[in-house]
């Protein structure tokens, strides 16, 4: 073995030393209080609270350090290769190779041991892939009232805790963006978002879904897909998108967000196929103006209030029972649809990598329980009839119509 003592040392300080540089991109950086460092999309920079302990490997209880779980794994490795087949180079800087002394079979031991080790540590292993936690986390999308979206998303939480034997905490993040980069960086456990959202959630997490809304239409038709419309002020002078198209350098257009998949790329995707713009123009360069509202009831309010003559928005905003929700009676009495563009997703229910099959079958089961015996529930946090095991094809013209209007979905989703 030689002169073990040094090589050991040499090793260490080798590893120390070089390991940050090589680090590969799915290697998360987990600081000491359980938030990801700056470098993955983290829970705090998205506006969601911390999980001590749950993406750390040394949490504050343990008075660790910070701790690059990726790099444990090599430096653990490299230090057992190093041991047996490099050493100092004595002619100039660097590392030298040299045969090994050690048996196959006592090296073959080594290598397992250190992937046992790397195994066994909590915490180690890519973001948004770990197991299944302690707390369940429910994200729920923000829509008109976060604060009304809160209270009920909190029954929700309490009905699943009390169904599924473990402690549920709901949170409504800040931004659409928010719930992907929690799935990413495996603060969030599900999440209820729309169809964009998700697109990246899967693109970026591996995310899936499990669930989606059925929703009532006006015509009392149960549906999982659903209309955006244009919406105009009742006395607006235009008739149809015809005149939308031949009119659009005089209005000024509102629409509801980048990521809103009903207030921006369905009714972006109709003005392409109207031939009013190309696919990838900026919307500005054919109107008057254009502007992201900021959510539905922002668009609406823009038009009642003169600041805008056409939003996009979901039909549910202006017509059926939630309606009121948006916007009072008496404003909904002064705008009406001008056209619309059917076949947006519902909004669905999508859980992280790493959930087992089996938690993941109890979250369905108990969320299609909560449908059944308190529809009252799902109304409340975004006005769904019930829920319906889906599959990825509920999201296919989703992510068609992004592919059709050449939007990138990371810069949607921000």
């Given at each position: ?15 120390s030393l070089g390991s940050v540089s090589v680090a590969a991109p799915w290697m998360g950086r987990f600081c000491a209080d359980g938030v990801p460092e700056p470098n993955i999309l983290s829970g705090r920079e998205a506006g969601l609270p911390r999980r001590p302990g749950h993406d750390c490997l040394d949490s504050p209880a343990r008075g660790g350090p910070a701790v690059d779980s990726g790099l444990l794994l ?341």
């Amino acid at each position: 073995m030689g002169n073990l003592p040094f090589r050991v040392a040499w090793c260490v300080l080798w590893n120390s030393l070089g390991s940050v540089s090589v680090a590969a991109p799915w290697m998360g950086r987990f600081c000491a209080d359980g938030v990801p460092e700056p470098n993955i999309l983290s829970g705090r920079e998205a506006g969601l609270p911390r999980r001590p302990g749950h993406d750390c490997l040394d949490s504050p209880a343990r008075g660790g350090p910070a701790v690059d779980s990726g790099l444990l794994l090599r430096m653990v490795i490299n230090i057992i290769l190093s041991m047996f087949f490099l050493h100092p180079s004595r002619h100039g800087p660097g590392l030298a190779v040299r045969r090994s002394s050690i048996h196959p079979r006592a090296l073959c031991c080594l290598l397992t041991l250190a992937a046992m080790l790397f195994l066994g540590l909590p915490g180690c292993g890519p973001a948004g892939e770990r197991g299944d936690p302690e707390v369940l986390v429910f994200a729920f999308q923000r829509q008109a009232d976060p604060a009304q979206i809160s209270e009920a998303a909190g029954r929700v939480a309490e009905f699943l805790s009390e169904h599924l034997g473990m402690r549920v905490r709901h949170e409504v993040p800040s931004s659409y963006a928010a719930s992907v980069q929690g799935m990413v960086s495996g603060q969030v456990d599900v999440a209820y978002v729309s169809a964009v959202p998700y697109l990246l959630a899967r693109q970026d997490a591996g995310a899936r879904v499990i669930l989606a809304e059925v929703r009532t239409d006006a015509q009392g038709v149960e549906r999982t897909d659903y209309d955006s419309v244009f919406v105009v002020r009742r006395e607006s002078e235009l008739g149809s998108v015809a005149d939308l198209v031949e009119q659009a350098g005089e209005l000024r257009m509102a629409f509801t967000s980048s990521t809103s998949t009903s207030g921006h790329i369905f009714p972006y995707r109709r003005l392409v196929q109207e031939g009013l713009i190309e696919a990838g123009d900026d919307p500005k360069q054919h109107f008057r103006s254009a502007v992201f509202a900021g959510g539905y009831s922002q668009a609406l309010q823009q038009v009642l209030h003169d600041q805008a003559d056409v939003a996009a928005v979901s039909f549910y905003t202006v017509e059926g029972p939630t309606r009121n929700v948006y916007l009072p009676e008496e404003d909904q009495q002064r705008l009406r649809v001008l056209d619309r563009n059917p076949g947006v997703p519902t909004h669905l229910i999508c859980v992280r990598r790493g959930l087992s099959d089996a938690l993941v079958e109890r979250i369905t089961e108990a969320l299609i329980q909560l449908a059944e015996h308190h529809p009252e529930l799902l109304a409340e946090v975004y006005g769904a009839t019930r829920l319906q095991e889906v599959d990825e094809s509920h999201v296919d013209a989703a992510a068609e119509a992004v592919r059709f209007t050449q939007m990138e979905l990371g810069g949607l989703v921000r």
